[in-house]
């Protein structure tokens, strides 16, 4: 999609974006204050670049919120994420009122049965959204994804003949869904960390040393036009 920014120059907003929010546990020890304020400010910079993300024409959002070893953390910080992304469901005017539709990938099997409900009932409440498709990753693994999909696959007796790149796509928890054109790493880590593994193929990678509660529009405006000067070749010449 085209999109003029002040100087009228007219550029491609990636249609699939995903982020990594990563850095909020530094954030806050550099403020002496508890992991779970991080998290905090990290979920509010997410209401606030997923608004932006859908006002600019972005398709789909995806945001790594909890994976499938964060049960590794303790359970105090862990509980914390949980009550903010119970905060996010109760609040409908997230998504409604933003006319986003709401997407989960993940292990919903493990994850508390209110916030399994509340996952259900945003995402049926806001299926006739016409706006952006915010997805949130929730007990996300790229691996765990992968193994799950395979195991299916042989239950169904599918005949070895018959599976291909886009029959295991298929199987995906984003069967759906685009793969990312632009995959956002904040904080100053230079990895995947098991995040849309299959997905990412052709993907292009931004990095960058804010940490997540202090990157800003501005921050996300440099990495579109980073992602603008990239020539995607998928695999081609
Ligand atoms: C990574 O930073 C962040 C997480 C593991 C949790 C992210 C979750 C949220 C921002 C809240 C989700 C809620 C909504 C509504 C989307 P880190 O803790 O690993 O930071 P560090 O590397 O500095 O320790």
């Not at 933003?98 to 049965?113: A, C, H, K, M, T």
Request: aromatic share 10%; with cysteine; net charge neutral.
């Amino acid at each position: 999609m085209l999109f003029k920014k002040e100087n009228n120059a007219p550029r491609n907003v990636p249609g699939h974006i995903a982020i990594i929010m990563d850095g909020n546990g530094r954030w806050a020890k550099n403020k002496g204050m508890p992991r779970s304020f991080g998290h905090t400010a990290g979920a509010k910079k997410f209401k606030e670049i997923a608004r932006y993300c859908n006002k600019i024409g972005v398709k789909y959002l995806t945001v790594y919120a909890f994976s499938t070893e964060n049960w590794k953390r303790p359970k105090e910080e862990i509980d914390g994420i949980m009550n903010l992304l119970r905060d996010y469901l109760l609040d409908t005017a997230n998504f409604k009122g933003e006319n986003v539709r709401l997407r989960f990938i993940g292990d919903r099997e493990s994850l508390p049965q209110d916030i399994r409900l509340l996952m259900e009932n945003g995402e049926r409440e806001s299926e006739g959204a016409t706006g952006m498709t915010a997805i949130l990753a929730l007990n996300y693994g790229g691996r765990d994804e992968i193994t799950k999909a395979v195991r299916s696959i042989v239950a169904n007796g599918v005949e070895a003949e018959k599976i291909d790149e886009a029959l295991i796509s298929s199987y995906l928890y984003t069967a759906d869904i685009p793969d990312p054109d632009l995959i956002i790493r904040p904080s100053g880590e230079y990895r995947l960390s098991n995040f849309l593994t299959w997905q990412s193929a052709y993907s292009e990678f931004y990095f960058d040393n804010v940490l997540w509660p202090d990157f800003s529009i501005k921050d996300l405006e440099k990495a579109i036009d980073e992602y603008n000067r990239r020539n995607r070749r998928f695999g081609g010449v």
